[in-house]
T-cell receptor
Framework: GENVEQHPSTLSVQEGDSAVIKCTYSDSASNYFPWYKQELGKGPQLIIDIRSNVGEKKDQRIAVTLNKTAKHFSLHITETQPEDSAVYFCAAAFENNDMRFGAGTRLTVKP | EAGVAQSPRYKIIEKRQSVAFWCNPISGHATLYWYQQILGQGPKLLIQFQNNGVVDDSQLPKDRFSAERLKGVDSTLKIQPAKLEDSAVYLC??????????????FGEGSRLTVL
């Protein structure tokens, strides 16, 4: 089955700096790669996703890049703000089945 | 639009006792998922339903865990008997997911289980 590895496990940045979180996946058949943000006591919430026919996608301060050959994808957050502090999870899935999550990255943005 | 509802939010039991969690997905969502999230880890899929049929339960410990989704709407997840390692947050998620490519999962706030 799919195996997703995520790095780093913790990340601390100054407000206004950029943050980058990286994930690798094992199953070349995976074609959907979402990123979820989880705040304390809440369920994960989708912030951006990318499909395998696209190399990059951007939504305001958030961007995701995908390298299918190398089987890795990354989340980029620019101009970080304190409210970006949370745990971020990457995931990989094929069609509508068995979405596998990474172990998470705890991002802290210091004011 | 109402989100995914889960109950109870918190449950503390002793090992070997049983517990049940309930989930009501977003109205009209065909696909329902139960995930187990152990502290410090990512969510792990336990079971996926499409309508009232099971799509994937390969990671469900069937000797102690069971789940059902009668009438293709709400769902219950049961653990009997519970073990210490079952301490986790149990997340329910739903997606429109019928005849469509995989997309956003909408998660509930989770049910936190502590087994003593």
């Amino acid at each position: 089955g799919e195996n997703v590895e995520q790095h780093p496990s913790t990340l601390s940045v100054q407000e206004g700096d950029s943050a980058v979180i990286k994930c690798t996946y094992s199953d070349s058949a995976s074609n959907y790669f979402p990123w979820y943000k989880q705040e304390l006591g809440k369920g994960p919430q989708l912030i951006i996703d990318i499909r395998s026919n696209v190399g990059e996608k951007k939504d305001q301060r958030i961007a995701v890049t995908l390298n299918k050959t190398a089987k890795h994808f990354s989340l980029h957050i620019t101009e970080t703000q304190p409210e970006d502090s949370a745990v971020y999870f990457c995931a990989a899935a094929f069609e509508n089945n068995d979405m596998r999550f990474g172990a998470g990255t705890r991002l802290t943005v210091k004011p | 639009e109402a989100g995914v509802a889960q109950s109870p939010r918190y449950k503390i039991i002793e090992k070997r006792q049983s517990v049940a969690f309930w989930c009501n997905p977003i109205s009209g969502h065909a696909t329902l998922y139960w995930y187990q999230q152990i502290l410090g880890q990512g969510p792990k899929l336990l079971i996926q339903f499409q309508n009232n049929g099971v799509v994937d339960d390969s990671q469900l410990p069937k000797d102690r865990f069971s789940a059902e989704r009668l009438k293709g709407v709400d769902s219950t997840l049961k653990i009997q008997p519970a073990k210490l390692e079952d301490s986790a947050v149990y997340l329910c998620a739903s997606s429109p997911g019928q005849g469509e490519a995989v997309g956003e999962l909408f998660f509930g706030e989770g049910s936190r289980l502590t087994v003593l």
